[in-house]
């Protein structure tokens, strides 16, 4: 028998957060972000529940070649734009979008031969210091590539650094309305936080809107907010079963470096998840963990195949019983992967992205 672990990716899910994305930017097109590998989830995975976006954006170029051989004809964007010159040519036959955010990129769309002009987003940086012209720089770069007949259509392009926070978006947004005032062509601002939050974001252009954490159901900004709040639905379950138990007695300790020690008897459940199965080792003790779709907590340190749970909340658990790590138990009870990456120190975005490939994956 398979060691009893798995995870589950839920297309019905994916299919209600991105309506319920849409429904709080309803003139906006929206991008499903799947960079990651569809953010731990597996392209091919969410393909199903995420056919309805409007376009995928993603930044490796092996993961679009992949997007177009699922069969999808429509828009596909490369977040970081393309590398190396040759990546162009990938571009041109697959008919990829791209960001253009250096000089360089530009010097190599001058330098490519094309039948097909690209069309490309300019990417603005506005604050975030990442990617991106200065705002002072913007224009001269979109007259460049304006005049070169490699491109076609610019849309104009620029990411928030505090949508999710106290700061916001507000002086941001200033920037970027203020630099591309008089510009032509769309315009395409705003991650999860910044649709879900700010719908204000429409003020300087919301022609698409790029969201990835909350199309998989996880809050942006946690916990602030959390997934029932903004009306997410889980799209990834980590599930496994208890393997062994223990009997402990007061003074008992669990685990390596024996950071747990029981102050009174208690029986434990030892569950077959490990951090090398992608359920993260900074996790204390206390963090949340369903049981039989009970919520218990999590004792001593995370292992490499194992960690241990308290089953006094649980009578009746044993070898065999279900044990949520995060997502939906099969009572319906739901933990919540933010609860557990926040008792990590961590967010639900490094946990699905972590997922482990020796996790068997099942496709609802
Ligand atoms: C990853 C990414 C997003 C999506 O961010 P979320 O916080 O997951 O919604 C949007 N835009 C860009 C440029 C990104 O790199």
């Known amino acids: 028998m398979p060691r009893p672990i798995h995870a589950t990716i839920d297309n019905q899910a994916l299919r209600h957060n991105l309506a319920r ?19 731990g989830h597996g392209i091919e995975r969410t393909f199903e529940g995420l056919r309805g976006a409007d376009g995928f954006a993603l930044l490796d170029l092996e993961e679009a070649q992949r997007v177009r051989a699922l069969g999808w004809r429509g828009p596909i964007l490369l977040l970081e734009g393309v590398f190396e010159p040759r990546d162009l040519e990938l571009c041109s036959s697959l008919s990829l979008w791209h960001t253009v955010h250096c000089d360089e990129q530009i010097d190599m769309l001058a330098a490519h031969k094309t039948h097909l002009p690209h069309r490309v987003f300019l990417k603005m940086n506005s604050g975030m210091n990442r990617l991106g012209f200065a705002p002072q720089r913007y224009r001269g770069a979109w007259a460049r590539l304006n005049a070169l007949a490699q491109v ?16 916001g978006i507000a002086t941001q947004m200033a920037v ?5 005032q008089d510009l032509p062509g769309e315009r395409t601002v705003g991650n999860s936080a910044a649709t879900l939050r700010h719908r204000d974001v429409d003020r300087v252009g919301a022609d698409w809107v790029r969201p990835g954490i909350a199309v998989y159901g996880s809050a942006p900004d946690f916990p602030e907010h959390n997934a029932v709040t903004w009306g997410l639905q889980p799209c990834m379950t980590l599930a496994a079963k208890i393997i062994a138990t223990q009997a402990l007695v007061a003074g008992d300790s669990v685990g390596y470096g024996s950071t747990y020690v029981a102050g009174e008897p208690i029986t434990v459940g030892v569950v077959a998840c490990g951090y090398a199965d992608g359920y993260p ?5 206390g963090t949340p963990v369903l049981v039989n779709g009970i919520r218990t907590r999590t004792l001593g340190r995370v292992s ?4 241990v749970v308290d089953l006094a909340p649980v ?12 997502g939906c138990a099969a009572s319906g009870a739901v933990l919540s992967i ?16 972590a997922l482990a ?3 068997p994956v099942l496709v609802q």
Do not use: Q
């Open 281 to 285: 080792r900074s996790a204390p003790t």
């Open 338 to 353: 933010d609860e557990v990456a926040h008792s990590a120190g961590t967010v639900g975005y490094e946990l699905m992205c």
């Open 176 to 180: 970027f309305g203020a630099a591309s």
């Open 315 to 326: 009578p009746g658990a044993g070898i065999g019983s279900e044990v949520t790590l995060w």
């Open 304 to 307: 490499m195949d194992m960690i």
């Open 152 to 167: 076609d259509e610019i849309t104009l392009m620029t990411h928030f650094s505090d949508a999710d926070g106290a700061r």
């Open 21 to 39: 994305i849409r429904a709080s930017v309803p003139n906006a097109r929206v991008w499903a972000v799947v960079k990651a590998n569809a953010y």
């Open 357 to 359: 490939p020796r996790v």
